[in-house]
T-cell receptor, first 113, second 113 residues
Framework: TQLLEQSPQFLSIQEGENLTVYCNSS?????LQWYRQEPGEGPVLLVT?????EVKKLKRLTFQFGDARKDSSLHITAAQPGDTGLYLC?????????????FGKGTLLTVNP | KAGVTQTPRYLIKTRGQQVTLSCSPI?????VSWYQQTPGQGLQFLFE???????NKGNFPGRFSGRQFSNSRSEMNVSTLELGDSALYLC????????????FGQGTRLTVV
């Protein structure tokens, strides 16, 4: 069974602070995705990383895929209240038609004004 | 382009009843996956359909079933509802056969009393 561990589980910070959340696994994934989910809504895809060591930036968000494609991190610079939400990582495995996304339990981020 | 549409948004059922949830994927998307989200377990994969065929199934009891129609719309059914089935049920659609980027609907909040 492939598991994705996300840490921390909860994070409450003040506006303007920086933060990093982590997504770790003992399994290798063909790609890894990050989603953000707001209350009462479905997750929204932020980014997909595919290559080991890959770094992608989305405005104040920086995503990194580990060299071995087993882990990833999300760094937010100068967090804003609008960044509040549940951040989920999901690992994808390929293998013909038998693929699925395995989700971590998420990091619940609260950014206080 | 319309997003993934799930109906109904909210549902209250009694133990022992059955329920059917509906998902209309993004136009042109042929893959539909279903997930159960609870605070304790996070997002858990139920099953995935592609071109009316179930390609993959998670570790849920047989009370959980689904199907996909020729227009790619999908339904999931839960029979003999239990209190523990209370959750947010999310549907996600994808475009390509092996594309792992999922686009989620807003979900159906099921409460079993």
């Amino acid at each position: 069974t492939q598991l994705l561990e996300q840490s921390p589980q909860f994070l409450s910070i003040q506006e303007g602070e920086n933060l990093t959340v982590y997504c770790n696994s003992s399994s290798v994934f063909s790609s890894l995705q990050w989603y953000r989910q707001e209350p009462g809504e479905g997750p929204v895809l932020l980014v997909t990383v595919v290559t080991g060591g890959e770094v992608k930036k989305l405005k104040r968000l920086t995503f990194q895929f580990g060299d071995a494609r087993k882990d990833s991190s999300l760094h937010i610079t100068a967090a804003q209240p609008g960044d509040t939400g549940l951040y989920l990582c999901a690992g994808a495995t390929s293998g013909g038609s038998n693929y699925k996304l395995t989700f971590g339990k998420g990091t619940l981020l609260t950014v206080n004004p | 382009k319309a997003g993934v549409t799930q109906t109904p948004r909210y549902l209250i059922k009694t133990r022992g009843q059955q329920v059917t949830l509906s998902c209309s994927p993004i136009s042109g998307h042929r893959s539909v996956s279903w997930y159960q989200q609870t605070p304790g377990q996070g997002l858990q994969f139920l099953f995935e359909y592609f071109s009316e065929t179930q390609r993959n199934k998670g570790n849920f009891p047989g009370r959980f079933s689904g199907r996909q129609f020729s227009n790619s719309r999908s339904e999931m059914n839960v029979s003999t509802l239990e209190l523990g089935d209370s959750a947010l049920y999310l549907c996600a659609s994808s475009f390509k056969n092996r594309n792992t980027e999922a686009f989620f609907g807003q979900g159906t909040r099921l409460t079993v009393v």
